[in-house]
């Protein structure tokens, strides 16, 4: 891997050469000459593929929603955090932070609760993390999205701002998109200093709190009625003969 120290940069194939750029750096790599691909190499990058196709649909639709800086491996951390998770197990992007370098439990000592209803209570505490920061943003923002017909389908979002030179009482804030898709709930908080609002990474932050898929109503499962049982009849019909009389057979009549 070569890096570009020149003022002219570019990115993309000239040749055999790719330009790109990581870690804010311009760097150079040469194609391979050969390539060789197994059925399982064909089938992982497939799936990358498609990974990264979701992730950048999921980053757009959420993304005018957020009003913080992320990180430049953004992209990156959010493919793997797809193929990891696996097919279809969007349950799997809770927990995501669209800046690594911070978190939300970075400013809770006790971490929000949301309820299945989209309401997230904050409880009374001392708010930390804040460095020099005077006022503090709360934002919950909800993105519903549909996956099979790649759309959204709903938004909403509730936003409170906290005093920091008072005491913190508590807080309550909730989101409501009904419909169809999965729901995606982002978390965000930002710090603002006295003349203005803090670009310090490390106060500022956004993560997914919870991902929940269309609500499907429980089955109901019919009551067989019990079977009635059959008359079970012998298998041969008795006769009706005449008494014996001293252990001999009776004698018709003529």
Known sequence: MG???SAITFSGRVGNVIAYKRNGKHCLRSMPELVRQTDNTRRAAKWFGAASRKGAFIRNA???DIDIFCDGE???RMNSTIVTAGRNNHAGLKGFRFNRHA???KFFGQLPLLTKEGKLHIKAQKLLGYGDAVRMEIKLIATRIDFTTRTVTGMDADVVHIDLEQPFTGAD???DVPGKGTLIVTLQVRTFLKDGISYNRQ???ADIIAVTGDQVPDKVVAKSRPR???LLLPSELP?????TKNGQDPVPRE
Request: charge should be positive; include cysteine; hydrophobic fraction near 45%.
């Open 203 to 205: 106060y500022n932050a």
């Open 103 to 105: 978190g939300i439990e």
């Open 173 to 175: 804030l909730s989101v």
């Open 3 to 5: 890096i570009i120290t």
């Open 62 to 64: 959420v993304a005018p």
């Open 228 to 230: 009635k049982k059959l």
């Open 74 to 76: 953004v992209v990156n």
């Open 239 to 243: 006769c009706n003969t005449a008494p």
